[in-house]
């Protein structure tokens, strides 16, 4: 999202390694977007995610989507990445995220929450790293299953964005309703009239 309200996501920093040790790998700054050298090799190029895991107003449609009903984004981002179909990611992330979040809530009387968070960051992380590997991503904030454990709803909304950004989507086309023209007037002429 690098013209929209002028956000640029800081630089990943690798963990282990200190701002001083990436500056001295980087001897000139690196613009948005650009490739920075990856921690497997020296001669490697690891791209940059377009966009923070707490950039949601970015974009604000994707955003409220992904906090009113996650399942249509994840189905969305599934279906991009390879799934085949909208509807099996969007309703088997529904039914882990709404139906068994509730139920534990319901049967422990909100002691356990963890459990839900398991299934659905497990589920959701294969298609992260599915995301990562397609774009040569780094894993940052943290972990894949770590992300959607702790961040799964801005999770979802930056996979989101990073996929319509490489897509050079930036209109946001599937997420608007269709426009439908009426025909123009059309009249009958009888045999006598021609």
Request: one cysteine or more; a negative charge.
């Amino acid at each position: 999202m690098t013209n929209q309200h002028g956000y640029v996501p800081p630089s990943y920093i690798p963990l282990g390694h200190s701002e001083s040790e990436v500056a001295e790998a980087n001897l000139t700054p690196q613009k948005h977007g650009e490739q920075q050298p990856s921690s497997n090799g020296p001669n490697q190029m690891q791209t940059q995610w377009s966009s923070g895991i707490c950039a949601c107003c970015d974009d604000m449609q994707s955003c409220c989507i992904g906090f009113i009903c996650p399942c249509f984004l994840f189905g969305k981002n599934a279906e991009f990445l390879g799934s085949g179909t909208f509807v099996g990611p969007c309703v088997t992330h529904f039914l882990l995220w709404s139906l068994v979040n509730t139920a534990c809530c319901f049967l422990t009387d909100g002691l356990c929450m963890a459990l839900p968070g398991c299934f659905v960051s497990c589920y959701a992380c294969h298609y992260r790293k599915t995301l990562r590997s397609k774009y040569d991503l780094p894993e940052a904030p943290c972990g894949d299953f770590v992300t959607h454990f702790f961040c799964h709803l801005c999770a979802i909304c930056q996979e989101y964005r990073e996929i319509r950004e490489r897509s050079g989507d930036n209109a946001a086309t599937d997420m608007k309703l269709a426009v439908v023209t009426a025909p123009p007037v059309q009249t009958m002429k009888s045999d006598s009239q021609l």
